[in-house]
């Protein structure tokens, strides 16, 4: 009973995470910064994986699409490429994790289903690990940029996406942890 309500709340863990590293994706505020006035804000500059924006104090936006995969720095296309595959490897894991619980009447005997499991928890783990990497690289670049004294450009700050990425890869990475353990506790007592 104890190995099926883990299996469980490792479901629950691993779809929150997946859904949160799903959302943060397209969210808008990956790096964000502002223009004060001597009252207002006058202008809020933000980008994320796929166009940089700014806002002006009436609340109109302007954005510009990056033109060009090709043409993009590196750090974002490798951002893009784990975050995509973040999704993707939660995805499959959802599958894997569904047919290898114990609760579920699909995948076979118990020792499949416990393999079958264990694979989920370590799809689970790599969908949280993709995540986790693409959001601290994107970081790494944003605060680089920030404590350098020779960097000119426009200075960003740490947006609400990464943060959100961190707790859904931090969720599926607890969750698939369980899965996988999942497996041991089954190996001593029978399914």
């Known amino acids: 009973m104890a190995s099926t309500s883990a299996e469980i709340i490792a479901f629950l863990l691993t779809i929150s995470g997946w859904v949160l590293v799903s959302s943060t994706l397209p969210t808008d505020y990956w790096k964000v910064s502002t223009i004060d006035g001597t009252v207002i804000t006058t202008a809020t500059y933000w980008a994320n994986l796929w166009k940089t924006c700014v806002t002006d104090s009436t609340g109109v936006s302007n954005c510009k699409d990056f033109p060009s995969m090709l043409a993009l720095d ?43 499991a264990c694979l989920a928890g370590l799809i689970f783990i790599l969908s949280g690990l993709c995540s986790m990497t693409s959001c601290s690289l994107y970081a790494n670049r944003i605060t680089s940029e920030f404590f350098d004294p020779s960097f000119v450009a426009q200075k960003y700050e740490l947006g609400a996406a990464l943060f959100i990425g961190w707790a859904g890869a931090s969720l599926c990475i607890i969750g698939g942890s369980i899965f996988c353990f999942s497996i041991a506790e089954n190996s001593n007592s029978p399914r």
């Open 74 to 116: 590196g750090y974002i296309q490798a951002c893009r490429g784990l975050m995509i595959s973040a999704v993707c490897l939660g995805f499959f894991g959802a599958i894997f994790g569904l047919v290898g619980m114990k609760c579920t009447k699909v995948g076979g005997s118990d020792q499949t289903k416990a393999k079958i």
